[in-house]
C-alpha cells in the first residue's frame, strides 16, 4: 500500500482467499484492505496514538439516514455526553478531495451536527470546526487533541 501523511503506525494484516486483510482495534475484526480502508486505518491510528483519543469515543462506519437516503459515514468520536465531537470523511489516496467531498461530509454533519471536520484522502488533510448557531465554520491547522 501507498505510503500517507501521517506519522508511521505498526499494522496487523494477514492474507487469506487471495486478499489482504487490516484489522481494525476499534471494530475488533479484519476488514478487507483496499485504498480507502488504508486510509481509515491511519486515521484511527492518528485519533488514538497521536491525538490521544479514547477507543472507547470511536465510532466506525456506521449508517445514518440523510434525505431519507441510507448513508454510511466513515468515522466519528463522541463526546463523553455522546454528542459528536468530530466527522471524518476519509477518501482513497488516488480520489482528489473537491467540493463534492465536502458537500458529502455537510450533508452527513447537518444529521449529526459534529463539533469538528476531518476530510482526507491519506495525502491531503483538512480540518474544520464548526459554528451551527451562526452557520459559520473555520479551518483548522489539525483537529485538537483529546482533553477530558
Known sequence: MQDLNFPPYSFRIKNSQNRQYIFDGIRKKFVVLQPEEWVRQHVLRYLV????????????????????????YDVVVFNSDGSIFLLIECKAPEV????????????????LK?????????????????????EKYRFLEDIPDFSR
Open 96 to 111: 482528489k478531495i473537491t467540493q463534492a467531498t465536502f458537500d458529502q461530509i455537510a450533508r452527513y454533519n447537518y444529521q
Open 49 to 72: 496514538f497521536t491525538k490521544n483519543y479514547p477507543k472507547s469515543l470511536i465510532n466506525v462506519e456506521k449508517q445514518l439516514t440523510v434525505n431519507e437516503l441510507r448513508k454510511r
Open 114 to 134: 459534529a463539533k469538528h471536520l476531518m476530510v482526507t484522502n491519506g495525502l491531503d488533510h483538512y480540518y474544520c470546526e464548526m459554528d451551527h448557531t451562526n
